[in-house]
């Protein structure tokens, strides 16, 4: 099957998630304001309690990386509502490439993701959070925050045709939170317990939020005290990598099983 065909079955899906955006813009509205809402509770009603410089130099682009993880179960849902609703084992049945339907789902959820991180850089700078490094950096700092998302939507994706039905979301994405919150997005992993300290080091979410404050020129907070936080921008490129390698193969062989 050539690439050509690939792709174009894949933007086909891509409209049609398009066109829920038009038909759902509420859940769209609603997507883009959590973690909006979150930062901003983060910053003023626990950022006066932190003993560190500028804490919303620190929180701010934590959150980014934080909410690289926010709309996951949104994920997972709608592709659980196609397989409960028999709209895949359609899709499945039409002369198309059978990964077009994962794919279509992964960017149209990836082009939500950036929308999102649009909206909340723009709340950072209301805010009074600036980068401080050049225009590279910047945009550096963005592609591994997308390429983090794009690792965990094919997670998300793994795992919700894992969990089948929509009403088995909810326990599915009970996993994802402790990996999200268990992180230096909030505050050093010095301040942690030791055993949660390594956790929190090594955690992907970690990496990436590390990698994008060395890249704004943020303060780091601790760190550089282990080689996972020297090399953080190493690191916010392995882990996608490593999720991606494990997760889109899975999928795939995954969505090709259904009904069997």
């Known amino acids: 099957m050539s690439a050509a065909y690939i792709l174009s079955d894949s933007w086909t899906m891509t409209r049609r998630g398009l066109a829920h955006w038009g038909r759902q ?10 973690p909006v809402m979150m930062m901003v509770m983060f910053a003023y009603l626990l950022g006066g309690g932190m003993e560190v410089g500028d804490y919303r130099e620190y929180l701010v ?21 196609d397989l409960d609703k028999g709209v895949i084992d359609r899709f499945r049945s039409m002369p198309m490439a059978p990964s077009a339907v994962l794919i279509g789902r992964s960017i149209i959820d990836l082009l939500q993701s950036a929308l999102g991180l649009l909206v909340l850089i723009g709340t950072g700078l209301v805010m009074g959070w ?8 910047a945009l550096a700092a963005v592609g591994l925050l997308l390429l983090l998302r794009f690792a965990m939507l094919w997670a998300g994706i793994y795992l919700g045709m894992v969990a089948g039905r929509p ?6 994405q009970i996993l994802i939170w402790p990996v999200a919150f268990l992180s230096n997005a909030f505050t050093s992993p010095d301040t942690m317990p030791g055993w949660m300290g390594t956790i929190a080091e090594w955690n992907p979410m970690s990496a ?6 060395e890249l704004f020129a ?38 090709q099983r259904l009904g069997d």
């Open 130 to 137: 600036r980068w401080h490094g050049g225009p590279a950096a």
């Open 218 to 255: 943020n303060p780091v907070w601790g760190g550089g005290d282990s080689w996972v936080t020297d090399h953080a921008v190493l690191m916010a490129v392995v882990w996608p990598v490593v999720m991606l390698a494990v997760f889109l193969p899975l999928a795939v062989r995954r969505y």
């Open 61 to 81: 682009p934590g959150m980014f990386a934080l909410a690289m993880a926010f709309g996951l179960e949104a994920t997972m849902v709608e592709l659980t509502r």
């Open 167 to 172: 009403e088995m979301v909810q326990a599915v």
């Open 25 to 34: 813009p509420v859940a769209v509205i609603v997507g883009l304001a959590f």
């Open 208 to 213: 990436t939020a590390q990698a994008v404050r």
